[in-house]
Structure formats: structure tokens, C-alpha cells
């Protein structure tokens, strides 16, 4: 076991990120094996559409974690953006271009709304994101008059050609996608300042602030680097499942934080893996198309990931404490 | 040192004038809202939302939050009158389920957070979701209404004589909620649960060095706040037709924003029951009170989420000041 | 000769990389105030800590009552009958005083805690201990001194038969400090044995019969104390270490310039009309007890928290500093005496932390120039010998000295010309300490100029140049070197000026 760990290989990626690889692919064995036809493109596309989404929120999250917050406004902030966007296109005709930067523009003003309360009026993030959570459902249910919203089909000749962002041809472009914005990230985490500010005040806010840093600054910018990630996640979602439906959102809050605290990102903040989140990620879609696959109903997965997020986060909860 | 307090300093009087204000807005704009009808029907539905916030005052002062009350409560729901409409499950021991269930997943929150340490948000949201996902298993049900046999806990909320239009409608709701009130305001300043739930959210490092069982009743403040989420269940299944299956998410949004309007720090260690109480009607008006000078009712959710947002927002401005004289 | 009631022997304890009690020995008698001496880090209150039950002990004995005990928590020990007087107060600030005095033991009259009878007893506790306080105040309106009161009544109410008091006298006013030993005295009348932890000699001689002495955790010797003078106790505490003579004349010329002027400096309760220069390559000594509002001094001119008024000019032209950033511009550093807290981020490594206020230097674009960065930090490894196996390490695995020269290195980085050491030796060996002390004569000697804040009086009459003494929220003195003795700076330290 040790003779593993000291592999530089294994070194650099990280011990846990190996064992959560090794995860990745024993389940998607096990699925290969316990149901049949499991195997092969259809399923793995399927997990896909669920990766391009869940990715970008994940992502999203991870840096607000590291920082030592948490925002659980992002499902429900993903769909107003889907909503809100797809209204103006399907109803007002507005050109799907538009409506796409709309989306992100709308994400990017929640990630402002929720970034400056927490960190200039230093109120408890997750008050903030059940208010933010409530007032993006509210705010979409109120400009969509309650009324789902269907984007258009790839069939549409004028705006059906955003679905080639997700794939095209059958090539998936949107996995292209989503590993660059991955790489982006990672980069911004350990290679800027904003991202190294952001891992230290995670850690220890008060030592960077008297470093002559300007923490709040630094944090509300994890906070708006998330949400205008979620206005992104908003475009794959729509992409690939083509319908919002107004009041709904929030069952993918625990699986973007699943995702993201199982790569090995603390809860407590300081500590960040992009390439940990995505390969949470990953498992997190296997694992719900898997149980649909077995033929369960898809609210296990809620509790699954329920379960999962506690053990998990226990586990890191237990490692800090052997640590002091 | 002490100083005296002049009325005006007590948030909940404050509070007190702004119930007291929304109430004459709506009724100089909406002759709808001076019936006794609609004031009994908005009685009725703030019942659940009054209890909810009962409840998740206890771990709102230990510094906590309990995030699961609102898929929690519909799930209880679901789950006893499943119970009462396919096995022939006496109305009573159906409430007792509500109530145990409550009492359970509080206990599995309060272990998850007192004894074990995760962050309370994150782990009321995972069991939340888990509630959650059992609910959507269970089919919608509907309790007996008022005229079926077992209709009767209809009464404790509301006593009716008489029937169809004429009939008298007493909400008596409302007094088992002031009571209930009162007794948690009791338990809150004068027993050792409710001395050492401030305590806890005051300086647990301290209390854990006198020797209290802080664990124990960290777990309690939970436990207490999922028992109320099932009298909350109760009235909930009184009040709506037939329970949906998983919906509830952002319930506990209402209960936990009067929370904080009635007063209770965001950082805890302070809070009072009648505060809350005071909290969640203005919640309820304006949740309930909006369609009346013609808002949508999907304007609730945005003015929640703000209304909560602002009475932080004066809470942390109030400890900034108090800070700044130091 | 009475025996005694509890008798610690060969207690051994370690921690991960330190060895923080070497087989000690302690005792206390009923009816003796017996002192527990030893200088920052000697183990004083890991031994304490060890006894009620905080810290499991690794090895040795514990005899209380002549029984051998071990107590699993501080619950235990107080049912017992040993009760700590905590040195960091331990208040419930949301909760009245007598709420607080009866923690976790409430009057019950059923189901209901009996308030009434709580506040009635708490006044006959005040009555008996003669101190003026409200039990219906709420913990947090009361000021510190008040709160130790509050502290030390709540140890009496515990029918305890050891009270170990862990440096009570640090917060207290000369006042408040009398009031206190007219207690202790009281109480050794009674008969309850006294552990009394303390660093004020005059204090040790007044009020104590015996005085056991650790050094770096281990047990040095006890003494009677109307035996033993003053020196023979410091001799006990400070060992073999050869501590350097006080500077007898300042090394700075009368017409060095003025880098730093604060004028009539307010924050609050704690910092009132503080004016003071520093000159360059000065080191300024800031002396006072404990609460004097030195700390708060340096962070209200630090930007760290907010100040009411008062003007600051650096090298003769006024600067507006409301946040750290501000101060950090203007070439001011600060050392904090919370390390862990608020001076180094401990998940990190060196680099990252040495970096920390100067990154933008070390940019490539928007990338951060990593090669450079290290370069930099390898350089003041080594120029500070900070003792470590690589840049690359995480600061938690660095021993307490160590991570102080990371943050020293942090402000060298960023090349600041006035840096504040607030409680730069505080849980350092005694060898890293006379690194320290090196490396900031160096730094003075460079040309940087220095305030020191201290509560180590070697320490102050060692180092400074000059020295400014606070009380109460209030700058009571100024010194030069030359004319400072120990008994000046205590006399104005603890000037009653209220």
C-alpha cells in the first residue's frame, strides 16, 4: 500500500483521486454486470447529458467551498436561468444567442446577489442561499407566469443549432466542453492569485485579511466565478433534457456538493480538487442512471446521495480531528 | 451597568408594529381580507408554519439550522395517512407516527451534528433530501376529512358547529399554538434544555468546560425541533386536501425566516419563542395576504427570501454597532 | 506538617514533536497557597490541565485525598473537589452571573430552574467575597476584571477543596488585585489548599507559602518562600539559559529620523489617546499587563479593527490606514501574538505563506510565477534558518518557532520598513527565543524599525530602546532604556489612573 503511494505518479495526482478513479470504473463494472445492455454508447451518453450539467454546477460549488462557505442556491438558480432565458426566447422571441448569454448573465447576478451578502455583510452563506434559493424559484415562477418552458428541438431550423454544444453529430462536444472549462479551473485554483487567495481564506481568513489582502474581494469573487458557472450548467441542462419546469431545482444541490466534497474539497474550506470533483462527478451520473438502470424509482438517488454526502463528509470531519 | 431597555429597542415590538401595520394595509385595500373567512383561512394556514418555527428556534440558537422540517413534515404526513387510508390505522396512533417519526429523523439530525460534527446546514440538507426521496415514494394521500370517521383531529385546529354556510367556525388553532408558544418560551428560559440551548450557541467551549453533557443536548435542540415538525405534519394534513408526494422543499424557508424576524441572532445564543411566533405572522401575512392588494402569489417566495435577507441583515448591522462601542 | 491533600508524581505527557511534562512532581497542602512558577511554556498549564482531566497524562500518579485518581473530564475533577480557575475566561456571555455561576448545577424546582434561589445565592457568595457585582447583569456587559470575579466566586460555590488559579491576576486592576488576595487569604484560613499560577514575583512573595519551579516541563525544585529571595527563584526559572544583560543605553542617535507617528490614537474602551514616535532602527518596547490594550494599539494602527479617531504619518507624511491593506502599503507589518490565528495560514506551505502579502510580485501575466516563488522563499529559509526540509512544506508541521520566522519572512518579502512584533517569543523554546531576539537586533541594526509588544519583562528590558507602557486602554509612561528599571515600568503599568 505504501510502495503505491510513494509512486510519484500517484503522488502528484493524489492518493484519494486514484482510489476514487479505481471507484469510478469497479461501479461501472458492477452495472455492466448486474444489468444487462448496460454496456455500451447509450448508457454512457445518457451518463453524459447528467455529467455536462451536474459538472458545471459542481464546479461552481467547488470554489465556494473552498472558501469555506457553501451554496445550495444552485439548483434552483440553474433552472430560473433555464427558465427565464428559454421564456424570453419561446415567448418573446428573443434569438437563442441571446438567451444563452442571458442565462449566464442571470447566473453571474445571483453569484454577485449571494457573493456580497455573504462576504460585505458577513451573513452565514446558508442563509443566504435559501433566501437566494426562494427568490430565484420565486422570480422565475413570477416571469414565466408558472408555465414550463421547452427549448427548442435540434430540429428547429433557426434556434435548434445551440444543441450542437452538447453534441454534434454524435460526438460529444459538450464533454470537450466541459473538460476545458475543468482545466480552466484548475488552472485559476492553483496557478492565479484569486485562486490561491481563495484556498487560503478558506483556511484561515483572518491570517490573509492581516497580510494586507483583500479578503472580501477575493471571496465574493468564489461566490460569482459559481454562479456564472450554474448560468453555464444552465445551458447543458436545457440541452440535453429540453424542458424546466418552474418551483423545482434543489434535488441538485446535494448531487453538485456531492460531487464536489467526494473529490476530496473540505466542507471546512482550504482545500480544493478540480480534477477530485470531476471524477465525483462522474460517479454521481453513473450512480443515477445505474439505479434507474436496476429499475428503482429516481428518488432513491436522493437518498443515496444523501447518505453519501454524510459519510463522506463525516470522513473528512474525522481526519481533521485526528489531525489536532 | 444594566441599562434599561426602552420598548422600542425589543425587536419583537418592533415586530408587533409591523403585523399590526400589514393588517390595516390590507384591510384599507381589500375588502376581501375583512371577511372572517379569510382571516380563519389564513389562521388555518399558518398553523404548520407556526410550529415548524417553534421548533427550529432550538437549533437556530445553538447557532444550527434545521433545513429538513419542510420535506420532513410532508413526508410524516404522507407516511400516516398512507397508514390511516390503505391499513385502517386509528387517526390517533396515526398523529403519534407523525409525531415519532419527527422525533426520530430530529434525533438522526442531532447526532449527525452534536455528537458526530458535521456542518448542520449540509447535514440537514442531506437528511432533507432524504425525506425527501422517501415521500416520493409514498402515494399522495389524503386524510379523512372532516366529515369522514377520524375527521375529528380536524378540531383541534378548528372547531365547527353547525353545518354548510352557516356553520360557526372557531379557530382554536390558533390558542393551542399560543399555548404551545408559552410552554416552549418556559422550557427556553427556565429548564436546563433551554438554559444550556442558549449555551451552546453562546460559547459551547465554555459550557462543555462546566461539566454539562453538551452533546446530549445538542442532540435535543434537534430532537425537540423534529418533534414539532411532526405536530407541524399534523396540522399540515389538516389544512391541505391530499399531501403531494415529494414537494415541501422551501417550507421550512417560512418558519425558519420568522425565526429570524422574531429576533433570534444569526449567530446564535440568543432567541425567544414569542419573538418567533410574532416572526412567522408576518411571514404568513405576507406570504398569505399577498393575492389580497393583487400580487401574485408567486411574489411569497421573493418577498421571504428578501424578508429573511433584511432581518439579518439588521442583525449583524445591530452586533456591528454594539461591536464598534466596545 | 499537615499532608498533603494532592500529590502529582512523575507526570509525563508528550505531544507530537514535543515532550511537554518530564516526569514532574507537585503537591499542595490544605491550608497553603502554594505557586506555580515557570516562564511561557514551561508546562505550568499542561500540569493543570493534566490533573482535571483535560489532558490524559501518560504516565505517573495522581493522589488526591490519598486515593489515586484520574479524572476523565473537568466534570469529574470538580465533583471531586478541584476546581480551575481559568487564565481565558470561560463565560456564557448570552447568560446572567448567576446563570453562569451555577452552570451545569441549577437550583431545580422540578422541572423549572429555580432562578430566584440562584441569584440569592450568588449574592450571598459576592457578600461573603465582598465584590460589588449584579447577579442579574448579563456576562457580557461586565468588564474583564468583573467577569474573573464572577470566574473565581463560581469556583468558591463548587465547595471545592483545591482551587487552582491560573494566572487570575493578569486582567485585574491593583484594586481588584487586592480584593483578590483578601479572598485568598480567606479561603487558605479555611483550610482549602491553593495552587496559584502566576509570573508576578512580587505577587509570589506576597501571597504564597511555597513555590514550585518548571523549566521547558520539567520539575526544577520547590521552595518555601519567606526562605528564598527573589533571585533564587528566577535563578530556578531561567536555569543555565544565560540570559543577555538589559540594554543599558539605546543604540538609535538622537537624530534618527521619525519613520512612524501616531497621534491621539482611539478604539474604543481599550485604546485612549495613545501618541508615540518611532524612530528608524528603533525598537520600540510596548510593556503593560495583561488588557493594557497594547494588542488592541497595534491592531487599531494596523487597520485591523476599526478606530474612532487619531492621525498617523509615515516618514512625516499623514496616511489614512482603515483596513490592513492601507498599512500594508505603507510598509507597516504585523506579527500577531495569535499565530495560528491570525498570523499564518497552517495548511499551507512555506511558499504560499511567505508570499502571502506580495503576491502580484510574483505574477507571469495572471499566472503565478511558481519558480520565482520559491527562489524567494528558499532565500529567507535560509537567511532566518528556519529549520525545515523543504519550501514546500506545510506550516502545521513546523515547530512554533519556526512558523514565527515564516511570518517574519512574509514581512521581509514584502521588504516593510516598520514591523510590529506583538508577543514575538510567546510558546517559543527558550532557543528559538534568542533567535528571535538575533534576528531582530539585525533587523533594527538593517535599518527597520520595530515595535515590540510584551509582556515578558526580560524580554522588554532586553530589546528595547525605548519603552512605552500602557494601563488600562491608556499610554502611562515612556522610558528610555537608560532609566528603565523593572519596578518603573511596574509602577506605571499598573498606575491606577481612573
Given at each position: 500500500?505504501?510502495?503505491?503511494?510513494?509512486?510519484?505518479?500517484?503522488?502528484?495526482?493524489?492518493?484519494?483521486?486514484?482510489?476514487?478513479?479505481c471507484v469510478?470504473?469497479?461501479?461501472?463494472?458492477?452495472?455492466?454486470?448486474?444489468v444487462?445492455?448496460?454496456?455500451?454508447?447509450?448508457r454512457?451518453?445518457?451518463?453524459?447529458?447528467?455529467?455536462?450539467?451536474?459538472?458545471?454546477?459542481?464546479?461552481?460549488?467547488?470554489?465556494?467551498?473552498?472558501?469555506?462557505?457553501?451554496?445550495?442556491?444552485?439548483?434552483p438558480?440553474?433552472?430560473?436561468?433555464?427558465?427565464?432565458?428559454?421564456?424570453?426566447?419561446?415567448?418573446?422571441?428573443?434569438?437563442?444567442?441571446?438567451?444563452?448569454?442571458?442565462?449566464?448573465?442571470?447566473?453571474?447576478?445571483?453569484?454577485?446577489?449571494?457573493?456580497?451578502?455573504?462576504?460585505?455583510?458577513?451573513?452565514?452563506?446558508?442563509?443566504?442561499?435559501?433566501?437566494?434559493m426562494?427568490?430565484?424559484?420565486?422570480?422565475?415562477?413570477?416571469?414565466?407566469?408558472?408555465?414550463?418552458?421547452?427549448?427548442p428541438?435540434?430540429?428547429?431550423?433557426?434556434?435548434?443549432?445551440?444543441?450542437?454544444?452538447v453534441?454534434?453529430?454524435?460526438?460529444?462536444?459538450?464533454?470537450?466542453?466541459?473538460?476545458?472549462?475543468?482545466?480552466?479551473?484548475?488552472?485559476?485554483?492553483?496557478?492565479?492569485?484569486?485562486?490561491?487567495?481563495?484556498?487560503?481564506?478558506?483556511?484561515?481568513?483572518?491570517?490573509?485579511?492581516?497580510?494586507?489582502?483583500?479578503?472580501?474581494?477575493?471571496?465574493?469573487?468564489?461566490?460569482?466565478?459559481?454562479?456564472?458557472?450554474?448560468?453555464?450548467?444552465?445551458?447543458?441542462?436545457?440541452?440535453?433534457?429540453?424542458?424546466?419546469?418552474?418551483?423545482?431545482?434543489?434535488?441538485?444541490?446535494?448531487?453538485?456538493?456531492?460531487?464536489?466534497?467526494?473529490?476530496?474539497?473540505?466542507?471546512?474550506?482550504?482545500?480544493?480538487?478540480?480534477?477530485?470533483?470531476?471524477?465525483?462527478?462522474?460517479?454521481?451520473?453513473?450512480?443515477?442512471?445505474?439505479?434507474?438502470?436496476?429499475?428503482?424509482?429516481?428518488d432513491?438517488?436522493?437518498?443515496v446521495?444523501?447518505?453519501?454526502?454524510?459519510?463522506?463528509?463525516?470522513?473528512?470531519?474525522?481526519?481533521r480531528?485526528?489531525?489536532? | 451597568?444594566t441599562?434599561?431597555?426602552s420598548?422600542?429597542?425589543?425587536?419583537?415590538?418592533?415586530?408587533?408594529?409591523?403585523?399590526?401595520a400589514?393588517?390595516?394595509?390590507?384591510?384599507?385595500?381589500?375588502?376581501?381580507?375583512?371577511?372572517?373567512?379569510?382571516?380563519?383561512?389564513m389562521?388555518?394556514f399558518?398553523?404548520?408554519?407556526?410550529?415548524?418555527?417553534?421548533?427550529?428556534?432550538?437549533?437556530?440558537?445553538?447557532?444550527?439550522?434545521?433545513?429538513?422540517?419542510?420535506?420532513?413534515?410532508?413526508?410524516?404526513?404522507?407516511?400516516?395517512?398512507?397508514?390511516?387510508?390503505?391499513?385502517?390505522?386509528?387517526?390517533a396512533?396515526?398523529?403519534?407516527?407523525?409525531?415519532?417519526?419527527?422525533?426520530?429523523?430530529?434525533?438522526?439530525?442531532?447526532?449527525?451534528?452534536?455528537?458526530?460534527?458535521?456542518?448542520?446546514f449540509?447535514?440537514?440538507?442531506?437528511?432533507?433530501?432524504?425525506?425527501?426521496?422517501?415521500?416520493?415514494?409514498?402515494?399522495?394521500?389524503?386524510?379523512?376529512?372532516?366529515?369522514?370517521?377520524?375527521?375529528?383531529?380536524?378540531?383541534?385546529?378548528k372547531?365547527?358547529?353547525?353545518?354548510?354556510?352557516?356553520?360557526?367556525?372557531?379557530?382554536?388553532?390558533?390558542?393551542?399554538?399560543?399555548?404551545?408558544?408559552?410552554?416552549?418560551?418556559?422550557?427556553?428560559?427556565?429548564?436546563?434544555?433551554?438554559?444550556?440551548?442558549?449555551?451552546?450557541?453562546?460559547?459551547?467551549?465554555?459550557l462543555?468546560?462546566?461539566?454539562?453533557?453538551?452533546?446530549?443536548?445538542?442532540?435535543?435542540?434537534?430532537?425537540?425541533?423534529?418533534?414539532?415538525?411532526?405536530?407541524?405534519?399534523?396540522?399540515?394534513?389538516?389544512?391541505?386536501?391530499?399531501?403531494q408526494?415529494?414537494?415541501?422543499a422551501?417550507?421550512e424557508?417560512?418558519?425558519?425566516?420568522g425565526?429570524?424576524?422574531g429576533?433570534?441572532?444569526?449567530?446564535?445564543?440568543?432567541?425567544?419563542v414569542?419573538?418567533?411566533?410574532?416572526?412567522?405572522?408576518?411571514?404568513?401575512?405576507?406570504?398569505?395576504?399577498?393575492?389580497?392588494?393583487?400580487?401574485?402569489?408567486?411574489?411569497?417566495?421573493?418577498?421571504?427570501?428578501?424578508?429573511?435577507?433584511?432581518?439579518?441583515m439588521i442583525?449583524?448591522?445591530?452586533?456591528?454597532?454594539?461591536?464598534?462601542?466596545? | 506538617?499537615?499532608?498533603?491533600?494532592?500529590?502529582?508524581?512523575?507526570?509525563?505527557?508528550?505531544?507530537?514533536?514535543?515532550?511537554?511534562l518530564?516526569?514532574?512532581?507537585?503537591?499542595?497542602?490544605?491550608?497553603?497557597?502554594?505557586?506555580?512558577?515557570?516562564?511561557?511554556?514551561?508546562?505550568?498549564?499542561t500540569?493543570?490541565?493534566?490533573?482535571?482531566?483535560?489532558?490524559?497524562?501518560?504516565?505517573?500518579?495522581?493522589?488526591?485525598?490519598?486515593?489515586?485518581?484520574?479524572?476523565?473530564?473537568?466534570?469529574?475533577?470538580?465533583?471531586?473537589?478541584?476546581?480551575?480557575?481559568?487564565?481565558?475566561?470561560?463565560?456564557?456571555?448570552?447568560?446572567?452571573?448567576?446563570?453562569?455561576?451555577?452552570?451545569?448545577?441549577?437550583f431545580?424546582?422540578?422541572?423549572?430552574?429555580?432562578?430566584?434561589?440562584?441569584?440569592?445565592?450568588?449574592?450571598?457568595?459576592f457578600d461573603?467575597?465582598?465584590?460589588?457585582?449584579?447577579?442579574?447583569?448579563?456576562?457580557?456587559?461586565?468588564?474583564?476584571?468583573?467577569?474573573?470575579?464572577?470566574?473565581?466566586?463560581?469556583?468558591?460555590?463548587?465547595?471545592?477543596?483545591?482551587?487552582?488559579?491560573?494566572?487570575?491576576?493578569?486582567?485585574?486592576?491593583?484594586?481588584?488585585?487586592?480584593?483578590?488576595?483578601?479572598?485568598?487569604?480567606?479561603?487558605?484560613?479555611?483550610?482549602?489548599?491553593?495552587?496559584?499560577?502566576?509570573?508576578?514575583?512580587?505577587?509570589?512573595?506576597?501571597?504564597?507559602?511555597?513555590v514550585?519551579?518548571?523549566?521547558?516541563?520539567?520539575?526544577?525544585?520547590?521552595?518555601?518562600?519567606?526562605?528564598?529571595?527573589?533571585?533564587?527563584?528566577?535563578?530556578?526559572m531561567?536555569?543555565?539559559?544565560?540570559?543577555?544583560?538589559?540594554?543599558?543605553?539605546?543604540?538609535?542617535?538622537?537624530?534618527?529620523?521619525?519613520?512612524?507617528?501616531?497621534?491621539?490614537?482611539?478604539?474604543?474602551?481599550?485604546?485612549?489617546?495613545?501618541?508615540?514616535?518611532?524612530?528608524?532602527?528603533?525598537?520600540?518596547?510596548?510593556?503593560?499587563?495583561?488588557?493594557?490594550?497594547?494588542?488592541e494599539?497595534?491592531?487599531?494602527?494596523?487597520?485591523a479593527?476599526?478606530?474612532?479617531?487619531?492621525?498617523?504619518?509615515?516618514?512625516?507624511?499623514?496616511?489614512?490606514?482603515?483596513s490592513?491593506?492601507?498599512?500594508?502599503?505603507?510598509?507597516?507589518?504585523?506579527?500577531?501574538?495569535?499565530?495560528?490565528?491570525?498570523?499564518?495560514?497552517?495548511?499551507?506551505t512555506?511558499?504560499?505563506?511567505?508570499?502571502?502579502?506580495?503576491?502580484?510580485?510574483?505574477?507571469?501575466?495572471?499566472?503565478?510565477?511558481?519558480?520565482?516563488?520559491?527562489?524567494i522563499?528558499?532565500?529567507?529559509?535560509?537567511?532566518?534558518?528556519?529549520?525545515?526540509?523543504?519550501?514546500?512544506?506545510l506550516?502545521?508541521?513546523?515547530?512554533?518557532?519556526?512558523?514565527?520566522k515564516?511570518?517574519?519572512?512574509?514581512?521581509?518579502?514584502?521588504?516593510?520598513?516598520?514591523?510590529?512584533?506583538?508577543?514575538?517569543t510567546?510558546?517559543?523554546?527558550?532557543?528559538?527565543?534568542?533567535?528571535?531576539?538575533?534576528?531582530?537586533?539585525?533587523?533594527?541594526?538593517?535599518?527597520?524599525?520595530?515595535?515590540?509588544?510584551?509582556?515578558?519583562?526580560?524580554?522588554?528590558?532586553?530589546?528595547?530602546?525605548?519603552?512605552?507602557?500602557?494601563?488600562?486602554?491608556?499610554?502611562?509612561?515612556?522610558?528610555?532604556?537608560?532609566?528603565?528599571t523593572?519596578?518603573?515600568?511596574?509602577?506605571?503599568?499598573?498606575?491606577?489612573?481612573?
Amino acid at each position: 500500500m505504501d510502495k503505491i503511494k510513494q509512486n510519484p505518479f500517484v503522488r502528484k495526482v493524489g492518493f484519494n483521486r486514484v482510489i476514487l478513479f479505481c471507484v469510478l470504473i469497479l461501479m461501472y463494472v458492477a452495472f455492466c454486470l448486474m444489468v444487462p445492455g448496460f454496456f455500451g454508447k447509450a448508457r454512457i451518453m445518457s451518463v453524459m447529458n447528467y455529467v455536462y450539467f451536474l459538472g458545471f454546477l459542481s464546479l461552481g460549488v467547488t470554489f465556494v467551498i473552498a472558501t469555506g462557505g457553501i451554496d445550495f442556491s444552485i439548483g434552483p438558480v440553474m433552472f430560473c436561468c433555464g427558465l427565464i432565458s428559454g421564456y424570453t426566447m419561446v415567448f418573446k422571441g428573443a434569438p437563442v444567442i441571446v438567451s444563452l448569454i442571458m442565462s449566464i448573465l442571470i447566473g453571474f447576478l445571483f453569484g454577485v446577489f449571494n457573493g456580497y451578502l455573504v462576504s460585505y455583510w458577513t451573513i452565514p452563506p446558508f442563509i443566504v442561499s435559501m433566501a437566494s434559493m426562494n427568490i430565484a424559484k420565486g422570480i422565475a415562477a413570477v416571469y414565466t407566469k408558472t408555465q414550463s418552458i421547452s427549448w427548442p428541438l435540434s430540429t428547429d431550423p433557426v434556434n435548434g443549432w445551440f444543441r450542437n454544444l452538447v453534441s454534434y453529430n454524435g460526438f460529444p462536444v459538450g464533454l470537450v466542453i466541459f473538460l476545458i472549462a475543468a482545466f480552466i479551473c484548475m488552472v485559476v485554483l492553483n496557478n492565479t492569485k484569486p485562486g490561491r487567495y481563495i484556498l487560503c481564506l478558506g483556511s484561515n481568513r483572518e491570517a490573509v485579511r492581516l497580510s494586507g489582502v483583500d479578503t472580501k474581494k477575493w471571496e465574493m469573487l468564489a461566490y460569482v466565478i459559481c454562479g456564472t458557472l450554474v448560468g453555464i450548467a444552465a445551458i447543458f441542462f436545457v440541452g440535453a433534457y429540453t424542458t424546466v419546469q418552474p418551483g423545482y431545482g434543489d434535488q441538485y444541490n446535494n448531487e453538485a456538493i456531492a460531487g464536489c466534497v467526494m473529490g476530496g474539497t473540505s466542507m471546512a474550506g482550504g482545500l480544493a480538487s478540480i480534477g477530485g470533483t470531476v471524477i465525483g462527478v462522474l460517479i454521481i451520473s453513473l450512480l443515477q442512471e445505474g439505479i434507474l438502470a436496476l429499475g428503482f424509482a429516481k428518488d432513491i438517488q436522493l437518498i443515496v446521495t444523501g447518505i453519501i454526502v454524510i459519510v463522506v463528509v463525516y470522513a473528512d470531519v474525522m481526519a481533521r480531528r485526528r489531525k489536532n | 451597568m444594566t441599562k434599561k431597555k426602552s420598548l422600542l429597542s425589543d425587536q419583537r415590538f418592533i415586530v408587533l408594529l409591523v403585523i399590526i401595520a400589514l393588517v390595516v394595509i390590507y384591510m384599507i385595500f381589500s375588502p376581501e381580507f375583512r371577511k372572517y373567512s379569510s382571516i380563519l383561512s389564513m389562521l388555518d394556514f399558518s398553523y404548520y408554519d407556526i410550529l415548524m418555527a417553534i421548533g427550529v428556534t432550538f437549533p437556530l440558537i445553538t447557532a444550527g439550522v434545521d433545513l429538513s422540517i419542510g420535506t420532513g413534515l410532508v413526508c410524516y404526513a404522507l407516511v400516516a395517512g398512507r397508514l390511516v387510508r390503505d391499513y385502517n390505522c386509528p387517526v390517533a396512533l396515526a398523529m403519534l407516527i407523525c409525531v415519532l417519526f419527527g422525533v426520530v429523523v430530529g434525533a438522526v439530525n442531532g447526532t449527525l451534528i452534536g455528537v458526530m460534527g458535521l456542518p448542520p446546514f449540509l447535514a440537514t440538507l442531506c437528511t432533507c433530501m432524504i425525506t425527501r426521496g422517501i415521500s416520493s415514494m409514498v402515494m399522495a394521500t389524503p386524510w379523512p376529512t372532516n366529515k369522514q370517521p377520524g375527521g375529528w383531529f380536524h378540531s383541534i385546529f378548528k372547531l365547527t358547529f353547525g353545518t354548510g354556510r352557516n356553520a360557526l367556525k372557531i379557530p382554536i388553532g390558533f390558542l393551542v399554538c399560543v399555548i404551545l408558544v408559552l410552554v416552549m418560551e418556559f422550557v427556553l428560559n427556565h429548564t436546563k434544555f433551554g438554559r444550556y440551548t442558549i449555551g451552546i450557541g453562546s460559547n459551547k467551549e465554555a459550557l462543555t468546560l462546566s461539566g454539562v453533557n453538551v452533546k446530549f443536548y445538542h442532540v435535543m435542540a434537534y430532537v425537540i425541533c423534529g418533534l414539532f415538525a411532526g405536530l407541524a405534519a399534523i396540522a399540515y394534513a389538516a389544512v391541505v386536501p391530499t399531501v403531494q408526494p415529494g414537494t415541501g422543499a422551501g417550507l421550512e424557508l417560512d418558519a425558519i425566516g420568522g425565526v429570524f424576524v422574531g429576533g433570534v441572532s444569526a449567530t446564535g445564543g440568543y432567541g425567544s419563542v414569542i419573538g418567533t411566533l410574532a416572526g412567522v405572522f408576518v411571514i404568513v401575512l405576507l406570504k398569505t395576504g399577498l393575492p389580497y392588494v393583487g400580487l401574485q402569489a408567486n411574489w411569497q417566495q421573493i418577498i421571504t427570501g428578501i424578508v429573511l435577507i433584511g432581518a439579518v441583515m439588521i442583525d449583524v448591522a445591530k452586533r456591528r454597532r454594539m461591536a464598534k462601542e466596545q | 506538617m499537615a499532608d498533603a491533600i494532592l500529590t502529582m508524581e512523575e507526570i509525563d505527557k508528550s505531544f507530537p514533536g514535543v515532550h511537554a511534562l518530564d516526569h514532574v512532581h507537585f503537591d499542595v497542602r490544605c491550608g497553603e497557597v502554594h505557586a506555580l512558577m515557570g516562564e511561557n511554556g514551561a508546562g505550568k498549564s499542561t500540569l493543570m490541565k493534566v490533573l482535571t482531566g483535560i489532558y490524559t497524562k501518560d504516565s505517573g500518579t495522581i493522589t488526591f485525598e490519598g486515593k489515586e485518581v484520574e479524572f476523565a473530564n473537568t466534570r469529574e475533577a470538580q465533583d471531586a473537589g478541584i476546581v480551575i480557575v481559568h487564565q481565558e475566561l470561560n463565560m456564557i456571555g448570552d447568560l446572567t452571573v448567576a446563570q453562569n455561576i451555577f452552570i451545569g448545577r441549577e437550583f431545580m424546582k422540578g422541572f423549572k430552574i429555580d432562578d430566584k434561589k440562584m441569584i440569592e445565592e450568588s449574592k450571598k457568595l459576592f457578600d461573603e467575597l465582598h465584590i460589588d457585582i449584579n447577579p442579574r447583569d448579563k456576562m457580557s456587559d461586565l468588564t474583564v476584571g468583573k467577569q474573573q470575579m464572577c470566574e473565581i466566586a463560581k469556583a468558591i460555590s463548587h465547595q471545592a477543596k483545591v482551587i487552582i488559579f491560573d494566572e487570575p491576576s493578569a486582567a485585574l486592576t491593583e484594586k481588584e488585585i487586592e480584593d483578590l488576595f483578601t479572598i485568598i487569604r480567606d479561603l487558605r484560613e479555611k483550610g482549602l489548599a491553593i495552587v496559584y499560577i502566576s509570573h508576578r514575583m512580587d505577587e509570589i512573595k506576597v501571597i504564597t507559602d511555597r513555590v514550585t519551579v518548571m523549566r521547558d516541563g520539567g520539575y526544577v525544585g520547590t521552595l518555601i518562600t519567606k526562605d528564598c529571595t527573589k533571585e533564587d527563584i528566577i535563578n530556578m526559572m531561567v536555569g543555565r539559559v544565560i540570559y543577555e544583560t538589559p540594554k543599558t543605553e539605546s543604540k538609535v542617535a538622537k537624530d534618527a529620523p521619525v519613520v512612524l507617528k501616531v497621534e491621539h490614537l482611539n478604539a474604543g474602551r481599550m485604546v485612549q489617546d495613545v501618541s508615540f514616535e518611532l524612530r528608524k532602527g528603533e525598537i520600540l518596547g510596548f510593556s503593560g499587563l495583561m488588557g493594557a490594550g497594547r494588542t488592541e494599539t497595534a491592531r487599531a494602527l494596523f487597520g485591523a479593527d476599526p478606530k474612532t479617531s487619531g492621525d498617523i504619518y509615515v516618514n512625516g507624511e499623514k496616511v489614512t490606514i482603515n483596513s490592513p491593506q492601507d498599512a500594508v502599503k505603507h510598509g507597516i507589518g504585523y506579527l500577531s501574538e495569535d499565530r495560528k490565528r491570525y498570523g499564518i495560514v497552517v495548511q499551507k506551505t512555506i511558499t504560499e505563506n511567505s508570499t502571502m502579502a506580495t503576491l502580484e510580485k510574483y505574477m507571469n501575466g495572471i499566472f503565478i510565477n511558481k519558480g520565482e516563488e520559491k527562489k524567494i522563499t528558499e532565500k529567507y529559509i535560509q537567511e532566518l534558518a528556519t529549520k525545515t526540509p523543504s519550501a514546500d512544506q506545510l506550516v502545521v508541521n513546523l515547530s512554533g518557532g519556526n512558523q514565527q520566522k515564516v511570518v517574519i519572512a512574509k514581512w521581509l518579502v514584502r521588504n516593510c520598513d516598520i514591523l510590529i512584533f506583538d508577543e514575538p517569543t510567546r510558546g517559543i523554546d527558550v532557543g528559538a527565543k534568542n533567535e528571535i531576539y538575533k534576528l531582530m537586533n539585525r533587523l533594527a541594526e538593517e535599518g527597520k524599525s520595530i515595535i515590540m509588544i510584551s509582556s515578558e519583562m526580560t524580554e522588554i528590558l532586553r530589546m528595547s530602546d525605548r519603552i512605552v507602557i500602557m494601563c488600562e486602554g491608556k499610554k502611562t509612561g515612556e522610558l528610555d532604556i537608560s532609566e528603565a528599571t523593572q519596578e518603573k515600568i511596574m509602577d506605571r503599568a499598573t498606575r491606577d489612573i481612573a
